[in-house]
């Protein structure tokens, strides 16, 4: 069984979507509240997968999820680092995004947990709350990638431009393919390259802007009544995580 964990907790409020995708694709799913991992991180060792959900998470209010990144930080970043070594995987969404750059966690191509991108407040100053595509890089060899093309998401954040930290930075994550999603037709927030989603070097870790998770029954879509849609290829990358657990653990 692929052991799921879901933080939650201080203004995370897709975590249930989250887990719901996961327990679809045939995760075993467990929520824990930040202050439970971050008084016993032990318990991580429990688990194959960390999901890290969408929401306002301490109300942005030093930035989006500036506090929670720092408590990851402060707490976890030993925990976790033998968590991704030992070949445990992570997603986040959204905030999730937001937390795993801001804590250093991604890109961390140099392995210091030194922040080297953000997500920052969408180019046209305003919150942005539709429905876009996203094509997946065919040469980023992340787990969470495997057969992916294109996902017709849901966006919903007002900070979710991604900048690097500079030229350094863009070339490493341009040349490296950690670029994992580009904004198709359209870029709605004015991200560097177009870029929705990065990973770590191992691919093992993802984090991206629009919600897989929310699209789960074409009923989601709001075209689904006028249109045939379907939530499967959302559905294939959280099954790829999962796959990539269990193949891992019959070898």
């Not at 989250?18 to 929520?31: D, I, K, N, P, T």
């Not at 210091?112 to 953000?118: A, I, K, R």
């Not at 350094?168 to 004015?190: K, S, V």
């Not at 499967?232 to 796959?243: M, Q, V």
Request: net charge neutral; charged share 20%; glycine share 14%.
């Amino acid at each position: 069984m692929v052991n799921v964990c879901i933080v939650t907790g201080y203004g995370i409020n897709a975590d249930e979507e989250l887990a719901e995708a996961f327990r679809r694709a045939g995760g075993w799913v467990r929520s824990h509240h930040l202050n439970d991992i971050t008084a016993n991180p032990g318990l991580l060792a429990n688990y194959h997968i960390l999901g890290v959900p969408g929401g306002f998470s301490f109300g942005d209010h030093l930035g989006s999820g500036k506090v929670f990144a720092y408590l990851f930080r402060r707490h976890l970043q030993s925990y976790l680092r033998s968590f991704v070594s030992g070949g445990g995987l992570i997603i986040g969404v959204c905030n999730g995004f937001q937390v795993l750059v801001k804590s250093g966690i991604l890109p961390d191509t140099s392995q210091d947990w030194q922040q080297e991108v953000s997500l920052v407040h969408n180019e046209g100053g305003t919150f942005v709350d539709r429905w876009v595509r996203i094509r997946a890089n065919p040469n980023n060899k992340s787990p969470w990638l495997r057969g992916i093309g294109m996902l017709e998401v849901p966006i919903r954040h007002g900070e979710g431009r991604f900048i690097t930290g500079g030229p350094a930075a863009r070339t490493r994550i341009l040349d490296g393919n950690l670029w994992a999603f580009t904004y198709e037709g359209e870029n709605p927030n004015g991200s560097e390259e177009g870029i929705a989603g990065i990973t770590d070097s191992t691919g093992r870790i993802l984090g991206l802007m629009p919600h897989p998770e929310a699209f789960l029954e074409p009923q989601n879509h709001p075209r689904w009544s006028a249109e045939r849609v379907s939530p499967a290829a959302c559905e294939r990358l959280f099954r790829n995580g999962i796959e990539f657990v269990e193949n891992r653990e019959t070898r």
